[in-house]
């Protein structure tokens, strides 16, 4: 068993209690997306965001698209929250935690789907590099550099790439299916105040939402990892998570109560997916958010 999986299925029995269903407690369904992309900022709550003006541009996307009112994180402190969005697995809560996952995960689906994916890393060194922290640079927050389904294969290294590589492929329009973004320490908000992330998301990830390829097939999910570490509701405690796309009902506030597996079952369903890792297997449908 791995290290801590009874609290993992602790945190989802809890989630599938609280809904009061399994997945099939909505009807609504994921629509099919081209592209998705996840940026996860990082170590606050939900009451210090939504609504006090310290990320304006959230706020203006919030406004714009859809929140999810009651998202909690899953664990403390931020490596099982990233390894829970990509493998459906707390796996450690070992922030220094260096070893390969060989679980099943993201990367894998995407493969036998025949989907491209990348992690365009901010601050990070060089293409394909899995070792360690580097300046603002940190491996805990870049959760696909551990998967042996990248570190065993060299064509897959090369998917990991400075985030500097993203603008020359949304220029190009050739954006993966999947993309996990990966701020750096100041610009997650873990270093720096949240105007700094604000800024940073208006900066890179502005251009993105208002490109014609976006507005088309584009999901955006915006999301903290955790909340502060004296909020251990459901684990993780409440945060943000905010989707964008053209295919979400406008301005949407949802009030189910979701975890980090149901985003990562949302993204690989939006992609035509219908196979999960770990607790995206079970986890509560995000398909409400979505117009008919």
Known sequence: MRPHATSLSLAVAVVTAACGADVAQSSAIVPRHGHVFIVVEENHSYASVVGTGAMPYLDTLIG????????????????????????????????????????????????????????????????????????????RHNPLTYLSDVTDDPAQKQRLVPFTQFANDLAGDTLPNYSFIVPNLCHDAHDCALDSADTWLHSNLKPLIESPRFQQDGLLVIVFDESVGSDVVYGGGQIVCVLVSAKVKPGYRSTTLYQHQSTLRMMIQALGLSSYPGAAASAVEMGEFFTP
Not at 77 to 85: A, C, E, K, T, V
């Open 64 to 139: 714009r698209y859809a929140l999810a009112t009651q998202y909690y994180a899953n664990t403390h402190p931020s490596i099982g929250n990233y390894f829970m969005l990509t493998v459906g697995q707390i796996v450690t809560n070992n922030d220094s935690y260096v070893d390969t996952i060989r679980d099943d995960n993201v990367v894998r689906r995407l493969l036998a789907a025949g989907k491209t994916w990348k992690s365009y890393a901010d601050s990070l060194p060089s293409v394909g590099y899995t070792g360690g922290n580097v300046g603002k640079y940190v491996r």
